[in-house]
């Protein structure tokens, strides 16, 4: 019997999650579900019953999740198969007796599908009805953009001392992964979360200008925002040799960020915490070690 078994622990959230439990809850009543057990020797070296199970392998899932009270469930990074993938594993937790689940979702502003996040979000809102649905318990995580993303959209800045998206004047209340898998690991071994949702978020947003500023300061260099319409963007990163769908990702959460679709800064995640999230100024310095 495991009381909790987290899904996506081979990757950076999953593992955030079951770094965080490993701190008050014991190995043998911890299991994660992962898709090559090789990548989760060390899991099992240290205690954690590793289950193998792939979201589009329905009896996989049913399996694995015998005897799982808690189950975390990581949203699927496979975007254009997550609903099915979703659609699985809420299906295989009811029919293998789960008792709650807590899924990843995001944070947004709009739901009619006007947002320029719509193809990130359609498959979470999917999911949230699923599981609101399911008769099970759930807590819906909604997480706000990571601040982790920040030298994935940005690229190299310190060396071109510019960064170049088209977000526009938006803000966002980036928090870490790292806080986001505590938060988490909290919410799994705290009580009062039944059918809760849960925006998660830092309480402060931030500019991409207010970026540039905390990167100017931290390396003494002058680092400047270039917000390019979307059109500008894509020409300069395919010109650049930047894949297509990156540039189509990059620029479809720049657009929303420049929407204000992401900005609610807040509260909740410090709670969680039971202290301040990371600062933006705080992950940087030690990302760019500055
Ligand atoms: N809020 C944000 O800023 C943000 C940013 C990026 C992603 N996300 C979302 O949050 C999730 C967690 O973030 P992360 O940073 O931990 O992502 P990540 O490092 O890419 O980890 C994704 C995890 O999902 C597992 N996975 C993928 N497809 C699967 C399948 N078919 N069956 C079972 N497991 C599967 C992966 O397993 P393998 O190791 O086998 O590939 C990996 O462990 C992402 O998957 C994505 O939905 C949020």
Known sequence: MSDILVT????????????NLLKTVSPGDIAVL?????????LQARGITVKQGDYNDY????????GVDKLFLVSSNDIPNRVSQHTNAVHAAKEAGVQHI??????????DGSSAAWPIAEAHLLTEKLLKESGLTYTILKNALYLDVLPLFMGPVLDTGTIYLPAGEGKVPYASRADMGAAGAAVLTGTGHENQSYDLSNDTSYSFHDIARILSD?????????SPTAEEFGTALTGAGVPAEAIQMTAGFCAAIAQGEFDFPGTTLEKLLGRKPETAEHFLKATYQL
């Open 102 to 111: 807590v899924y990843t979702s995001f944070q947004r502003k709009t739901e």
């Open 34 to 42: 992962v898709r090559d057990p090789a990548k989760a020797a060390d």
């Open 59 to 66: 009896a996989s899932l049913v399996a694995a999740f015998q």
């Open 8 to 19: 996506g622990a081979t990757g950076g959230l999953g593992q955030a999650v079951v770094e």
């Open 218 to 226: 931290l390396s003494g260099k002058p680092i400047q925002y270039v």
